[in-house]
């Protein structure tokens, strides 16, 4: 199944055959300035309407929809053509609305602290299926316009880098996003972080850490043993020679496990030679992965023990943490691996 934000201007204008040119632009700018569905573009007749909600069957079915945070933050489950389900996220604040979408269903890369990584990989998405993700989010928001998007959701955008790099080019493009509203999160692909540096997208790079030593980061991340500390180092430096861009350090913050002053002073040595800030994140619980999150007090002494040591260094607020939808913990609900719950609000 396909859908219409696969295709470019000139291609969507091909498959609408004898239709003027201003109906293509029409279709077009319903499309991606206003982030209608075919049936919402009242500028073109009612027949054509009909005909490319008939050619173009959205690509995502809502399965669940939840809401935490007095309504400012909200999830869906959306379940795809072939029964996958993936989820996305969208947040609003006072200065920025953000959606955070997922470029696989489930991930491969296994994570063990993670609920995407413990719900294991079904596939890639498609372009259409993640860029569908953004319009939904952006329907729902409005008035506000949606400003910001993250490839903070499901799946490793990198092991899915043809699609991931194609989206950004669409929404910078298309959309008319800025590419430094656009960010790429990566628990470290080193060959394909080169290989993005080299794509000439100004977007913000999010190098999800959590350990900078070998032994804890493998345990955390098993790719690391692939891509070990030494060589994740070498592709950010890559990074930030060849894109004049600073990157970010996501950093899950785990009792006992990598919120240590031995953890802090490797995170901060790790951190400082890359010039790179840092994002400390709580722990968010999942069911697969019992060890606690640090507590509110040692989050802040682990913060202002790494600004000592000259990093610069934020907390993330955490949002949508009783619906499954802070960092970490989409897939609670996924892939028929546990009952869709009625839509709720929190």
């Known amino acids: 199944m396909s859908s219409a934000y696969e295709y470019t201007k000139e291609q969507l204008g091909d498959l609408l055959g004898d239709e003027p040119r201003y109906r293509v632009d029409q279709v077009w700018h319903g499309l991606w300035n206003e982030a209608q569905t075919f049936s919402e573009i009242t500028t073109i007749p009612r027949t054509l309407r009909s005909r490319l909600h008939e050619q173009f069957k959205p690509s995502l079915e809502v399965a669940n929809d939840v809401q935490s945070d007095r309504g400012v933050t909200r999830k869906w489950v959306f379940r795809l053509f072939d029964g996958a389900t993936i989820e996305t996220v969208l947040m609003s604040y006072e200065d920025r609305v953000t959606v955070c979408v997922s470029s696989q269903a489930g991930c491969g890369v296994g994570c063990t602290f993670c609920a995407t990584g413990q719900a294991g990989f079904t596939r890639h998405l498609t372009t259409g299926e993640v860029i569908e993700q953004v319009m939904f989010a952006a329907r729902e928001a ?205």
């Open 142 to 346: 409005a008035p506000r316009r949606l400003s910001n998007v993250v490839f903070m959701g499901m799946g490793e955008p990198l092991e899915n880098y043809r699609v991931t790099v194609d989206v950004v080019k669409r929404l910078h493009e298309y959309r008319g996003l800025s590419a430094r509203h656009l960010t790429v999160s990566t628990v470290g692909v080193a060959p394909a972080i080169e290989r993005l540096a080299k794509e000439g997208l100004p977007l913000t790079l999010a190098v999800s850490l959590h350990a900078a030593n070998n032994e804890t980061r493998s345990e955390l991340i098993p790719l690391n043993r692939r891509y070990p500390l030494e060589r994740l180092h070498q592709a950010c430096l890559n990074w930030i020679a060849t894109t004049s861009r600073r990157l970010s350090f996501e950093w899950a913050l785990i009792d006992g496990v990598n919120d240590t002053e031995q953890a802090m002073h490797e995170l901060a040595s790790y951190a400082q030679s890359l010039r790179a800030h840092v994002n400390l994140i709580p722990l968010n619980p999942t069911p697969g992965y019992l060890v606690l999150g640090s507590s509110a007090k040692r989050v802040h002494e682990f913060r202002d023990g790494l600004e000592a040591l000259g990093i610069n260094v934020t907390v993330r607020n955490t949002r949508g943490r009783s619906i499954d939808a802070a960092c970490g913990q989409l897939a609670s609900v996924t892939n028929a691996k546990r009952r869709l719950i009625p839509v709720r609000s929190a």
